[in-house]
């Protein structure tokens, strides 16, 4: 009989490759993703507070920029500034990637490029899984592919449905690079807000996310904050997925990470709470497989319960505000905003834009 691995995990992501790092000393694990090559193409402003550090494990190196504070915009543009309760950092995303996934194949695992995962069999000891290089077996399975997991669709897992398409593209022109910017407002970017991430004081990520033409927002919003003609690298598209889903896991089977819409719905931010998540997932996959546990039950307790208890709260504030933001006319922003720039002294280094 071929080998039956412990674990099989969907998805060389950051989630995924944490998920393996933390079992791989003591189970087979092994990785597979349809991609040639970790980290690439990039999918994110790589832009996060120094959580990330302590939470993924990934050295300093990684960093291009710190950032201190945010500028707000309102529709009509009044600006309202925030410090930042802790610093936040521009990071190379491709770096940190590739960073994680060589710290877990030193962990004894196996990671597999090019190999897509197609779909699934459930047997009385193992799952079938059928990928495009054949058929592999495992006791435990992880869903960790993104946004659109298969895996989620082919369990009946089914992931919320609200879901934002990112456009990027790191434009040269002149930044404060200690302060990163948001604009909000339907002209802007109906349903969401546009972003400017410096990465030093000459180039900056800027992004949109929209539920429907984002290329049309973004290049609007270009034009309006730097102009018609202007030097860029690195175009990234990709989607954001939010919400709490309702079941995370099956017999033998775990979701993690964007997979399991692990976002914060405000700032479409996914790894945060991808990467708090990817313990529980790693100390409920070795508690099942040490106990030969695979079925729903136990790994709801011990996987979807404990996630959630820490995240349904957040997630589900992020939501309420994501909504108010969704529904709220311009009009009441600019009433918002004209109001709230009174307020700010109060709001000063108080606003964790982390946990946002
Ligand atoms: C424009 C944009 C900007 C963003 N900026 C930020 C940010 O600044 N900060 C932040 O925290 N988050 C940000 N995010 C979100 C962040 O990128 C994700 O939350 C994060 O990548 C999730 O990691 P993951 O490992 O769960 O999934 P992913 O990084 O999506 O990895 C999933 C992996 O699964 C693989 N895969 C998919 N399907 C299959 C299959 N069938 N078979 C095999 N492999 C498969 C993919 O190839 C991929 O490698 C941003 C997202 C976008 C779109």
Known sequence: MSKVWDLI????????????????????????????????????????????????????????????????????????????????????????????????EKNNVEIRMKTDFKSLEKRKEYLEIKTNHGKIKSKLLVGADGPGSTVSRVTELPQPDNLLIGYQKTIKYSYNPT?????????????????????????????????????????????????????????????????????????????VGDAASQVKPFSGGGLIYGLMSARIAAEACDKSLNEGRYDYEFLKENYGDEWKKMLRWPILKGLGIRRFFDNCPDWILNLGFGLGKHLTPIFEGLIDEDLL
């Open 9 to 104: 995990i969907v998805g060389a992501g950051p989630i995924g490759c944490k998920v393996g790092e933390l079992l791989g000393k003591d189970y087979d694990v092994l990785i597979i993703d349809r991609k040639k090559e970790i980290g690439k193409p990039v999918q994110c402003s790589g832009f996060n507070s120094e959580r990330i550090f302590e939470l993924s494990g990934v050295s300093k190196k990684v960093i291009l920029n710190k950032v201190i504070k945010s500028d707000f915009f309102s529709p009509s543009g009044t600006k309202i500034t925030l410090k930042s309760k802790i610093p936040f950092y521009v990071f190379d995303r491709e770096l940190f990637d590739k960073e994680i996934a060589k710290k877990t």
């Open 179 to 255: 302060s990163s910017e948001l604009w909000f407002g339907d002209k802007v970017c109906p349903g969401f807000f546009a972003w400017v991430v410096p990465e030093n004081d000459e180039w900056a990520r800027v992004a949109v996310a929209t539920y429907r033409e984002p290329v049309k927002y973004f290049d609007k919003f270009v034009k309006k904050r730097i102009g018609k003609n202007y030097k860029s690298k690195d175009d990234v598209s990709g989607l954001i997925r939010f919400g709490l889903i309702k079941k995370s896991v099956d017999d033998r089977i775990l979701l």
